[in-house]
Structures are given as structure tokens and as C-alpha cells.
């Protein structure tokens, strides 16, 4: 089969998951004890809003008939007002979801440039005294809430060496990588401790393998070793880690935003759920969902260019 | 002229029981162009003198005394890019678990490129390509040119043997090490490979070190053979003389453990008891404590290898007082 | 014939003379220790700090670490080390109790799963994998986003997040253990299903749910800090070490130890757990 057949098939597979996001945000607000209306507009509201937000919203129709409107909203982009922006929950959230997505995006980017040659480091001289800082460091930083070592870290590196700023995302590209520093540093340092252990456990593996023995006996190089046949087969390892871990970063990524104040969705969300902003909290949620089924289905693919074992049926 | 000359070789691995020596004073020569056999049970000792022979003994066991020679260098000696150097390019290697031993995310034709392209004999990825092609061919591969973009999980066993051997050929070494080239394959395709090796053989005037623990491979192909047991070597001869009159007890046990299709049926009689703890090997003869030839002798010294027919080396000191009927059980 | 002993293989030389090897326990000592005075402190808090965790000194704010305040005061003037204490013991009991909560529905349920097999089978574990699939702390953040924010929230979404995975280790364990010979035997004497499930599989299959307890219960106390920083928990006035060090936030550039030494007692506290926890496994598994 090829990657095309690969591609389809993997992407059909996703469509009920999709589905059952869908349904699963619809159903989480109706939920809620009481009048949606009432509850969204709070106890004062008047008699003509609470009608109005019924209507817009659907709720004297039978419930089919509103999951009907809701998906059919859903495809026109339409996810409804804030109660608390009053703007389009859409708008919101485009504004703010390249924040979280670079933010991501970064954090990953760094934890791989860091956390992959501390393993490989840590693996090849395992009980060496790389091995054992690299095990200590790791044991400590995962009994470390990360938004306190987020904290610490604007402390020491923006407040008393004043040497990255304490809040914002910047503009333009270097400003913006100048204030993802520090939040990508503190998800890194929380993310690393699974990554490395797991990534060296792997590693000790693969060094063992027959597959590394006989290339020893062809004669190559350590280095060559190394780069063509421990870290390929070690890379597959860092996605499925990186892949199963997605939802704990965009958590992390939750706290992230408010640590350091950074206009994402993460932030949104905390801030939605405190003003009980319900159509925002839905709407945060489904793209919450879109994200990680698309970025599970990127790994996939990714996955499937690195093992040609995958793509054969 | 030997092509490999292994002398008083030592390797010794430091656990938390002691050190165990799992190579014991091993020597012997593998003269060019010649087959040469080193059989024995599991744990005998066998892979770790190939391992010993490559320098690629795992941590934390090492090589501790004796020297191997080849090409007028020591490789115990050797420093590891050297040492590297000589691996795959005049000494090659056949290992036992073929499929294991390709890497499942490389194209074959690349992974047996890979040895000629890291020795400088060819300078593109095309010429080693072309190269695999021709080696693929001489190892009896079907449409190579089809085949030598796949990957090793579209071939079976008997195959990926095959694509080790030719990668194994592909730098024109003078020695080939196989470790049990055909101990993980069925018996028909072990047949198909061992006679690919032998004419190979013959062909190129290879120098071969089969690894076995199957006397009828070693009958079918080597010259000459060792027989290893606990680390040490405890007979060493020419194969028909092996066969014909071993001269060291463990050996005809072995034997004795093959069945024969000529001669009367007859009860297969296993050695009884177990090798020995490497770490707290038993005094002076390793061999003596399964051993119905033994005596205080056997306990107390330390049986040297010694000449004790023309070209026929044996550890034991009572071996001529070994008889056909040595392990025969007493309701046989 | 020859008389000579067969040589004993290594592994047949008598039992090992029992190892009161506390070198092999250092860890389960020492996470012991350290939470026994973590315990101690936070049970008699009331009784040992200076001051109460609510009280408030407005003409003493934002005071640096000293002798009368160890941990400096906030910026209402209440004493941190007090509010430190008093949320040890808030802390602590939300992770033990969000443990308990979960480890016994999850027991419950998979046992029950295990057991009875067939529908009720099917059923339980549709329900874990639904549970299962989102993550932790997305899951308890949805389910407080619908309760609201507060401290019995936090009980519900912690339980509800945390249960299935108790769930799915007992069923397991319990689907191995209902084939055994001492509960066919059980059966054939006639004992009820009850007697059965409580007398003779529980015992056997607590094992590695205490096992997962151990490290569950330093992720509920990081998850309970995370989201009551984010004020979505544990709501101020409460001293509660995700409230002080949310409050901290606003003052990093004049009182860093309102941040920091809060942190440090998670961190301490996470450290003894996880020793503590590891060993407890460790012991378990060599108990056999």
C-alpha cells in the first residue's frame, strides 16, 4: 500500500473521533444544572436577553434539532458570541491560536534539541557520571510544579538579572522567539524528565540491538553508528514519546499562558472558565480537540515516512 | 601461511559473582583458504573468541591476555578506529540471526553498500548500488535488480542470510567469522546456505571460522575443527579424525549424541550433569565432574593441550583410555 | 566409575540469609522520614506556627525572611510559613483523598468488570476508554469549566479523572486471578460472589493498584497546586500552596519568596512521595 492509501485510510479513522468531540462539547454545556440561559447571562439578566440568547442558541428546539444547528454552525465557522468579549468566539480564538501554536511548536523544537543528545549522552555511557546528573536532574524537575519553576525562572532571568521580559508575545520574529524564551525553557525542564528517561531507556535498547552489533562488524565508525542506525531508529522513539504526551503539553501549555501572560488559548480558557463564558469554553474546546487529532495524525504520517514497515500491509 | 593466528587468547568478564573467563588460553591458527570449525554447547565460549577476534567484546568484559594476529598487526592491540578499519574489510562477519541483523528502516542494497562505502571502495551511493546488485547475483538472490530496493521485512530468513552473506563479501575479505550462520533457519534452507558458503569458498579462496554447535555442519564443512568446552579448547584436529577417533571424552559424548542412520538404532545418551560456573570453575580438568574416565590426576593438575597423535591435540590425559563404548548406558 | 560430585550450579547453594539490608530500603526510609515530619507538622499546624494562616498585619507587608517571619510575610501581611503549614495540610489531605476516591471506584468497578465478565464487562470498559482518552488535566479542567470553580469541583473532576485507570489495572489483575485454584475451589464449595471477591481476590490484586497510588498521588497534589494557581481550584482566602504562589505572581519584583518557598514545600513534598512510593514498590515486588 502506498502512502496515499496510508493517508486516506489513517484520515477516515479520524473522522468519528472528530464526530464524538463534537458531540461531546454539545453535551458537556447542556449538562449543566439549570437554565444554559440563565446561567450564561447570570441572575440579573433581563427577560429579553434570556429570550434572545434561547433563540440564538437554540434552546426551545428539540435536542436533535439544536445539534443539528450547532454542526451546521460549526461548518460555517460560526461558534457563537462571547458573552464576555461580546465579539465572535472565532475571531477570539484566531487571534489567539497562533500563540499557542508557536508557543507549542517551540517548546517541542527546544526539548528536542536539548533532550535528545542528553539522552544519547546518558545512554552511551550508561552508570557514568553524565548518566547520573542527567537521572538526578530529571527525578528532580518532575516533582516541580511547572508553573512555579516558570515563576522562579522570570525571577531570576527577568527580574533579577533583567535579561528577558516578564510578560507578552512580542512582535516580529526575533522579539517573539525573545519572549517565548523563558516559556519555552519551562516546558522544556517539565517535559524533559519523561523524555530523556523514556528516550534513553530506548536507546539502551537500540544499542543492544542486533542490528547495531552487525553494523559494528562492517566496520563503522562510532559516529556513523551513531547518526545512521541508533538516532534514526532512536527518532521514531522521541515521536511516539512526543505524540503520547500532546495532551499533557497543551495542559502545560494552559498555565503556561498564565504564568507568563501570554495572549494564547490557554490563558483564554482559565479566563473563560472563571466568567463562565460558555460559548468561548465550547469553542476553545472543539479546537482543542481539532488540534491534537490533526497533530496525532501529523505524528502518523511522520511516523510512517521514517518506518517503511508501516505503509506495508 | 595463516591468515589468523590466535594465541594463549584470555577474555574475561567481571560480574558480581567473580570473574568468569569465558575464553581460556584458546589458541589456534585459521590457515588461508582453509574451513575451520569451533563447535561446543551454549556457553562453551565459542562467540565470545569471535567477539574476542573482532574487539567487540561487551563492557565490562575485555580481552585480558594473549594476542590474535592477522595481516602482521595484534588486534588486541589495535586502537578502535584501526581495529574498525580491519572489521568488514578484510575480516568480515556472518552472524546467527540474519532478520535481526538488518535494520528495518534502510533499504538492503544500501546496508550492503554501507561496509564498501565506509572502506573508500566505492565513491557514490550509485556504484554501491550497482556493486549490491552483482553481489546479490553471486549469492544466489533472485531479480536483483528488482529486489535491491526493499527493505528486510519484505524478505524471509533464508534470504536475509543471504543479503548478510553478500554483505559480508562486499569489501573481498581475506576471513570470514560466521557465528552459527545456520543455526536460526529451517533444515532445508540450512543445507542451501552452508553449500553457498562452501562453494563461495572455493570460488573466492575465502578463509572461513564456522561457529557451530552442529557436528554435522562442521562434518560438512570444515578441514579442521576445535571443540570447545567451558572456555577452553579440549581437542583439535583434522574433522576425519574427529569423527573416525576423537580423543577427548567430551568429544565423544558429543558424537555420541548425534544420532546415526547406519548402525543398529540405539538410545541417545545425553552428557549427564551441566557445564560449569565460569566464575568457580572446578579444579583442574574443567571437564572432570561428568567425566567416567576421571581420576585424582584429573582434579589435582592442569591438563595442558598437547600433541598426543600427529597433528591431533587433546586436553585429556587419560584419552587413551577412551573407548567407542565410553558413553554407551548400561541397558543400551 | 568415578565418584566425584556433580558440581552445584550457582543458583542451588540454599537460601539466601534474609538481607536486613537498610542500604536497599534508603529510599522508602528516607521518603518515609521526611513525610513523617511533613505529616507531624501539618497535623499539629494549628498548634506549632506562630501565627494563624488568615491573620492578617496590614503595617507588615511584603516582609523579607527573618527570625519572627522564617518565610517573610505577603502582602497581607499574614505570616507564609504559618499559611505554609496550614496548606500542608490542606494539600495533603486533597491528595490522599482524591487517590482514595478514584482508587476505590476504580477497584470497585474493575473488579466488578473482572469478575462478571460478559455486559457489565463491556460496558465498564466502553466507559474507561471514554474516560481514558482525554488527558488528565484537560479532563478535570472540562469537568470544573461545567461545575464551576471551587473545592468540591476539584473532588469531583479529580475523582472522575483519576478512577478509570485503577479501573483498568484491577480488571486485569482480577481476570487472571478468577482462573486460580484457590477461587475455583471457593467456587465449588459454594461460596457467594461476595465472600469470594472480597476474601479471596481483593487481597491478591491490591498489589499493583498501591503501587500506581504511589505515583497518582504526587501527580493530584501537582495537578491540585496547577489549578489552584490558576484559580480554578482551591479558592483564596484558603492557605493553599497554588493560592499563595498565585498571589506571588503579582509581586516577583518585590517578594520573590512569596513564590518560591511555597514552591519549594511542593517540591519537597513531591520528592518525599516519589521516594516513598518507589520504595513501597520496590518492597512489594520483593515480597513477591
Partial sequence: MNTLTFLRRRVLQVLPVLAGIVLVVFMVVRLIPGDPARIMLGIHASEERLANLRTELGLDLPIWQQFGLFVSNIFQGELGTSLFYRRDVTDVIMERLPVTVTLVGFSVLLSVLVCVPLAVAAAMRQGSWIDQIVRAISTLTLSMPGFWLGLNLLILFAVVYPFFPISGFGRGFWDILWHLTLPAITITLSLAPILIRTLRASLIEILQAPHVEFARTKGLSERHLIQRHVLRNGLMATLTILGVNIGWLMGGSVVIETVFSLPGLGALIVSSIAARDYPMIQGIALIFGLLVITINLLTDLLYAALDPRVTYE | MAILDVHNLTTQIPTARGNLTVVDDVSFSVEQGECFGLVGESGSGKSMTVKSILGLVPAPGRVTAGSVHHGGHDLTKLPGPAMAAIRGRTIATIVQDAVSALNPVYRIGRQIAEPMLEHGLVRSRAEGRSRAIALMAKVGIPAPEKRVDDYPHQFSGGMCQRVVIATALSCDPGLILADEPTTALDVTIQDQILKLLVSLQHDLGLSLLLVTHDMGVVAQTCQRVAVMYAGQIVELVRTEDLFRKPRHPYTAGLLNCVPRLDGPARRLTPIPGAPPDLAAPPSGCRFHPRCPLAIDLCRSGTPALSEVAPGHFSRCIRQDALTADLWETADA | ?288
Fill in chain 3, 1 to 288: 566409575m568415578s565418584d566425584a560430585a556433580l558440581p552445584v550450579p550457582a543458583m542451588d547453594r540454599g537460601p539466601r540469609p534474609p538481607a536486613h539490608n537498610w542500604r536497599r530500603h534508603s529510599g522508602l526510609i528516607t521518603g518515609a522520614s521526611i513525610l513523617a515530619v511533613i505529616l507531624l507538622g501539618s497535623i499539629f499546624a494549628g498548634w506549632i506556627s506562630p501565627y494563624g494562616p488568615l491573620e492578617q498585619n496590614l503595617r507588615n507587608t511584603l516582609q523579607t525572611p527573618s527570625w519572627t517571619h522564617p518565610f517573610g510575610t505577603d502582602n497581607f501581611g499574614r505570616d507564609i510559613f504559618s499559611r505554609v503549614l496550614h496548606a500542608a495540610k490542606l494539600d495533603l489531605m486533597i491528595g490522599f483523598l482524591c487517590v482514595f476516591f478514584p482508587w476505590m471506584l476504580g477497584i470497585a468497578l474493575g473488579g466488578i468488570a473482572g469478575y462478571f465478565g460478559g455486559i457489565a464487562d463491556t460496558i465498564i470498559m466502553r466507559i474507561v476508554d471514554t474516560f481514558s482518552a482525554f488527558p488528565f488535566l484537560i479532563m478535570v479542567i472540562g469537568i470544573i469549566a461545567i461545575l464551576g470553580p471551587g473545592l468540591t469541583s476539584l473532588y469531583i473532576a479529580l475523582t472522575l479523572a483519576g478512577w478509570s485507570m485503577y479501573a483498568r489495572i484491577v480488571r486485569a489483575e482480577v481476570l487472571v486471578v478468577r482462573q486460580s485454584e484457590y477461587v475455583l475451589a471457593a467456587r465449588a464449595l459454594g461460596f457467594g460472589h461476595l465472600r469470594i471477591m472480597f476474601r479471596h481476590i481483593l487481597p491478591n490484586v491490591i498489589t499493583p493498584t498501591i503501587i500506581f497510588a504511589m505515583t497518582d498521588i504526587v501527580l493530584v497534589i501537582l495537578s491540585t497546586t496547577s489549578l489552584s494557581f490558576l484559580g480554578l481550584g482551591v479558592q483564596p482566602p484558603a492557605a493553599e500552596w497554588g493560592i499563595m504562589i498565585s498571589e506571588g505572581k503579582g509581586f516577583i519584583l518585590t517578594a520573590w519568596w512569596m513564590v518560591t518557598l511555597p514552591g519549594i514545600a511542593i517540591v519537597i513534598v513531591g520528592l518525599a512521595l516519589s521516594l516513598f512510593g518507589d520504595g513501597v514498590a520496590k518492597w512489594l515486588r520483593e515480597r513477591g
